[in-house]
């Protein structure tokens, strides 16, 4: 049990566009799920930590209308990356705290490059 | 795809004994892996990664391509290493998917 789904798992797209990328918690309900960014050779950054119902918590430096974060239901929270520019390419992984456990469940990543 | 497997969800040992946190990892390639810790109530943030080959709180850990493993070690466990720790990938370029370990709950007894 506690599997994480991501979607897709990798997109291109063209400068200006907006992507959105889909976190689901397949078999759990989710009262937290958490958004990271992974910059080649990095470690993995906390850009937002998302509740159910209730607005995001951003990161400090993490622009709030850049990185648009909704976590609509206590099984899918989605991330949109509007208008986005080459130096948003990046690794973006989620992970999905279960409702009274202290443990993060982490999707597989969707990598985004963008031209 | 990038994977690496904790087989312990749960472990538990006695102040000053050496604790070793078990991570495998099942993919080809050059490997590039991460411990990170999330102590209670706060969160996740990088341990240490393998290439840096530093010691951070007391741990190491060493990647051992013939067992392709990447525990993480420490020869004292205090109270205050207990907490949750995972072992992660990292995306290579071109890469997709990583399947995170689903982590291993340390718990120090005093």
Same mark, same amino acid.
């Given at each position: 049990?506690?599997?994480?789904?991501?979607?897709?798992?990798?997109?291109?797209?063209?400068?200006?566009?907006?992507?959105?990328?889909?976190?689901?918690?397949?078999?759990?309900?989710?009262?937290?799920?958490?958004?990271?960014?992974?910059? /080649?050779?990095? *470690?993995?950054?906390?850009?937002?930590?998302?509740?159910? %119902?209730?607005?995001? #918590?951003?990161?400090? =430096?993490?622009?709030?209308?850049?990185?648009?974060?909704?976590?609509?239901?206590?099984?899918?929270?989605?991330?949109?990356?509007?208008?986005?520019? /080459?130096?948003? *390419?990046?690794?973006?992984?989620?992970?999905?705290?279960? %409702?009274?456990?202290? #443990?993060?469940?982490? =999707?597989?990543?969707?990598?985004?490059?963008?031209? | 795809?990038?994977?690496?497997?904790?087989?312990?969800?749960?472990?538990?040992?006695?102040?000053?004994?050496?604790?070793?946190?078990?991570?495998?990892?099942?993919?080809?390639?050059?490997?590039?892996?991460?411990?990170?810790?999330?102590?209670?109530?706060?969160?996740?943030?990088?341990?240490?990664?393998?290439?840096?080959?530093?010691?951070?709180?007391?741990?190491?850990?060493?990647?051992?391509?013939?067992?392709?493993?990447?525990?993480?070690?420490?020869?004292?466990?205090?109270?205050?290493?207990?907490?949750?720790?995972?072992?992660?990938?990292?995306?290579?370029?071109?890469?997709?998917?990583?399947?995170?370990?689903?982590?291993?709950?340390?718990?120090?007894?005093?």
């Amino acid at each position: 049990g506690a599997v994480v789904s991501q979607h897709p798992s990798w997109v291109i797209c063209k400068s200006g566009t907006s992507v959105k990328i889909e976190c689901r918690s397949l078999d759990f309900q989710a009262t937290t799920m958490f958004w990271y960014r992974q910059f /080649p050779k990095q *470690s993995l950054m906390l850009m937002a930590t998302s509740n159910e %119902g209730s607005k995001a #918590t951003y990161e400090q =430096g993490v622009e709030k209308d850049k990185f648009l974060i909704n976590h609509a239901s206590l099984t899918l929270s989605t991330l949109t990356v509007t208008s986005a520019h /080459p130096e948003d *390419s990046s690794f973006y992984i989620c992970s999905a705290e279960r %409702g009274g456990e202290d #443990t993060q469940y982490f =999707g597989p990543g969707t990598r985004l490059t963008v031209l | 795809a990038q994977r690496v497997t904790q087989p312990e969800k749960l472990l538990s040992v006695f102040k000053g004994a050496p604790v070793e946190l078990k991570c495998n990892y099942s993919y080809s390639g050059s490997p590039e892996l991460f411990w990170y810790v999330q102590y209670s109530r706060q969160r996740l943030q990088l341990l240490l990664r393998h290439i840096s080959r530093e010691s951070i709180k007391g741990f190491t850990a060493d990647l051992n391509k013939g067992e392709t493993s990447f525990h993480l070690k420490k020869p004292f466990a205090q109270e205050e290493d207990s907490a949750m720790y995972y072992c992660a990938p990292h995306a290579e370029t071109g890469a997709n998917n990583l399947f995170f370990g689903t982590g291993t709950r340390l718990t120090v007894i005093p």
